[in-house]
């Protein structure tokens, strides 16, 4: 088989574009089980309601209950209106989803992120409709050249956004006070509240920066792919296999695991076959589970018989 650097180059960043929005999302779902001790089955949805209420503003004709209307709002305003609305979601979420059964175990909470994932599902196609949406892009080519490269401008910006979170992430948890109530109340809540941190607090913070994440998420693969009710979905699956292959409640195997299953991915693609792209992801897990059953950064717990 010839192999072609140039090609190969272009691929590692196509890779790990797709590879940094499955670290996002799986950076959510991390999250969430740290600060809680369960798994939001609604994370995909994270990603895909934000979007389509994107395209809604940005479209110069949207259909919306039936009802075709013409927004067509600035993109960068646009942005920033879906992410004050989905700080006010991520709150509703924490107080309707988890808030009212925190104290019945992590089953009922799992059931319900669960149902608000099919609510959401089925609100979105109830609202507009079946047909895939196109969210119109930043930028006006479709390809950059850089040198003999032609790389896509929307993987160059999905891969700086996604370093600077995890820049952001790193200084917020180790750097701030906030920062560092929440890895307190992730490590142990009782003890965090005992010593005077407001728990249900940074637990609904947190659930708001788990739905910035996938609204970020969102706003960045749209532009790749189409908006639909099934897109959130497909990137929570794999998002959650990266969390697991890189040891689930691991920060940094969230982020390691989301980029080396997109790079994987796209390298089976364009080299086995592109029929094959979405069981990728799990290959990896099952193979990662076999050698180390608890994740890349995962710590291994012994039990005594």
Known sequence: MHVDPVANLQLLVSGLAIGSIYALVALGFVLIYNAVGVVNFAQGEFVMFPSYVAVSFLLPATTVFGTVVHWQ?????????????????????????????????????????????????????LTW???????????????????PLHIRPQDVLIIGVTALLIVFQYVLF???????????????????????????????????????????????VAPLFTVTKEMGALIALKAFAASIVGGFGSIPGAIVGGLTIGVIETFGGFYVSSSYV????????????????SGLFGERVAEKA
């Open 73 to 125: 709002l600035p993109v960068l305003a646009v942005y920033a209106l879906v992410l004050m609305l989905m700080v006010g979601f991520g709150l509703l979420f924490n107080r309707i989803a988890y808030y009212p059964l925190r104290e019945r175990g992590w089953l009922p909470v799992v059931i319900s992120t669960i149902g608000v994932s099919i609510f959401l599902r089925n609100a979105a196609q």
């Open 278 to 293: 979405d069981a990728i992801a799990f290959v990896i897990l099952i193979a990662v589970l076999l050698v180390r059953p």
């Open 129 to 147: 409709g079946s047909q895939p949406i196109v969210m119109p892009s930043l930028f006006t080519v479709d390809t950059i050249a850089l040198g």
């Open 174 to 220: 180790e750097r701030t006070t906030l920062g560092k109530q929440m890895r307190a109340t992730a490590q142990d809540r009782a003890t965090a509240r005992l010593v005077g941190i407001r728990v249900g607090r940074i637990v609904a913070i947190t659930f708001v920066y788990s739905a910035l994440l996938g609204t970020i998420s969102g706003l960045l």
